[in-house]
């Protein structure tokens, strides 16, 4: 009886926050929206909500791009077109990127409202599309520092580059859960750990859009591919998901909340089905969940083309009028259609035919008016080049470097092999060496980083960047293989037998989407054959793992005496790695996913007590790495585990201390992750979940305490009904090799007994 008290005051206390919500004041950007709304013709609103690929706008000759006067004036004259998106081929420098906004922008200005448009782009880790600029390592690779504030100061630069290249919008950060190891967009996202993933989400989202997000440095973030993308039943991009309610409230969402929470300002779409249901085509996620209880209140875009694939690929709409409607009724505002006009026909049709509520096209403009006002669109269309000096600086560059260095997570280092001394014979060999495509990945210059060799010739690949550490003469090279079948293999056993050491690159090169997806989580045989066939020269392997999801390296990396991972770590990122080999800096990475052993135990560490395994059944969780593991040139202690009281209740703050010692010979930075175990729960309980974490900066010898505070809320799950609790019991706190156990006692909310 209880229990369905506070359901229904929750709901009712939901509703209530609505209400209060819907009644707020209008602002001044608001009442511009409301008149400017007032003079749209069905037309201009349904223009606003349609946004076209940059080829629909422009014309490439011979490999010279420019927007084709005709088809722009088509685009906004005749069809009053909202918004654009993306590169026609490849990266364009920032004087081109100059030329097709103003044209854009002129044109705009030309209709009859002269509404500017919003132009979009993919700037996921750095401004990809535009030549010469900074890139970051990916998303992946930032989870993997564990450090907000580089994510923060990436994301800044990130929006300064962007706006350099005089586009407001930027589609990022992807805060899907990086959950199924399989699926190509891992190392687009955080990783695993939805705190991890809230957490630097929220960094990166403040760093893209600033305290003003309409001054000339910042840009709107785009928070996706909302919601439930990153766990297709068959690891294969945009294939079914099930994914209960319960489980979709637990993990899924609390980094899209999180970023509410921080501005975001946009949102884009899952293309996925969950349990049988686009989400594009539901209600339910795109209006009850997202506006009803996120209270978002920004654009939120439909993925590509995925309007028009409810009905060609889904199969949930007859015909693609259908789709049209299904859509905007279910809460899409905008529709990345991107090839042609016929959403816009449709849509204008249903409007005149009393299937979509005219209610629901304000509602979408108003959203979409309102980000182009916030962005200082319609006083600032176009930016001034000259307000850009630090564009691709060494400063920035420099930022890069260091978010790669703090990335590279060393995985094992068997008798300190590791640093290297400078003065011995280096055999560099693997697929992932000497390309910029291994440390780029996709969205790099192309849509499929295909071309990061001839766009970043400039920057140094792994082998150049150990050829300039310690001199050309000292470092041979030979391939051994490609991606997947071996070349010249006795060359590479002459030049190891030949060097001290083995720095064996293998892994993945660049790719997204659709064509990253793989039948086998196993590297290639090719690559693992490369291993066994070097390891039988007795030479000591360096293994370095260049690659954008886990891929099983089992076989290969028991041969190795040191194992690193770099990930994708962009344009510096082999620099980075160069300085961690040679002992110039010291690794602090921690792994942001679960390092599977076999290709078919694919756990995440946030497992339930029955994957762990038991006496009777030898196949429990057994990763071959696990979630937050990374060692370092320096070891650490931890000591003094303290918590504040024995007892948290309602409404209360427990306070955890630890004192954390650099025990080593050199300063080094360390992680410092917490975890907290719920004994007891009435939906069985993780193993363990991440709580909170920190990056600490230690010179030998010196201590810091670190303080964690956590409240009720911070400890809750997703009950049976949906419902976020915190059931009344026993906690315990891990931190390094130190725990502690405390209680949570409630007054209000029932236990797992349903007693107080
Ligand atoms: C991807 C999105 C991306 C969009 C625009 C889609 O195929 O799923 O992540 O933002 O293209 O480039």
Known sequence: MRRIF????????????????????????????????????LEEKVGQMTEVTSDVVSTTTNGVHEIDAEKIKEAILKYHVGS???????????????????TIQAEAAKDRLKIPVIYGIDAIHGVTYTTGSTLFPQEIAMAATFNKEIAHKAGEITAYETRASYIPWNYSPVLDLGKSPLWPRIYETFGEDPYLIKTMGASIITGYQGNDVGDKYHVAACMKHYLGYG???????????????????????????????????TLMINSGEINGVPIHASKYMLTDVLRGELHFDGIAVSDWRDIEYLHDRHHIAATQKEAVMIAVNAGVDMSMVPYEYSFYNYLVELVNEGKVPMSRINEAVHRIL???????????????????????????????????????????????????????????????????RSLDGGWSYTWQGEQSDLFA???????????????????SYEPGASFDSLKNVDDAIKAAKNSDVIVLCLGELSYTENVGNIDDLNLPAAQTQLALELAKTGKPVILVLAEGRPRIVTAAESKSAATVMTYFSGNEGGDALA????GDANPSGRLPVTYPRYANALVNYYRKNLENGNSDDQHGYNPLYEFGYGLSYTTFSYNNLHISKPDLKDGETLTITV?????????GKESVLLYISELYASIAPDTKRLRGFDKI????????????KITPKDIAFVNDVSKTVTEAGEFKIQLGDQTQSFNYISNTVPSRTGKL
């Open 231 to 265: 766990d297709p039943l068959s690891g294969k991009d945009r294939t079914p998901a099930w994914i209960p309610d319960r489980y979709m409230r637990e993990y899924f969402l609390p980094p899209f909340a999180e970023a509410v929470k921080a501005g975001a300002r």
């Open 697 to 708: 900066d230690l010179q030998a010898g010196e201590t810091k305490t670190v303080t964690f």
């Open 579 to 582: 300085n961690i080999l040679f």
């Open 659 to 667: 004192d954390v010692k650099n025990t080593g010979q050199r300063e």
């Open 370 to 436: 309102k980000v182009k006002y916030q962005l200082g669109l319609f006083d600032r269309p176009v930016g001034n080049p000259d307000d850009y000096p630090k564009f691709g600086s060494d400063e920035f560059s420099q930022v890069s470097l260091n978010a790669a260095t703090e990335a590279i997570t060393l995985l094992k280092n068997n008798n300190y092999i590791l640093p290297l001394k400078k003065d011995i014979k280096v055999f560099v060999t693997g697929p992932t060496a000497n390309t910029m």
């Open 6 to 41: 506070i359901i229904i005051n929750i709901f009712f206390l939901n509703a209530l926050a609505l209400s209060a919500q819907t009644k707020k004041p209008e602002s001044d950007i608001d009442k511009k929206v409301d008149a400017l709304i007032a003079k749209m013709t």
């Open 457 to 475: 010739a400039g920057k140094n690949t792994i082998l150049k960047a150990i050829q300039q550490k310690i001199g050309k003469d000292n470092v």
């Open 84 to 102: 654009i998106l993306n590169v026609s081929g490849h990266a364009y420098d920032r004087k081109h990127w100059y030329e097709v906004i103003s």
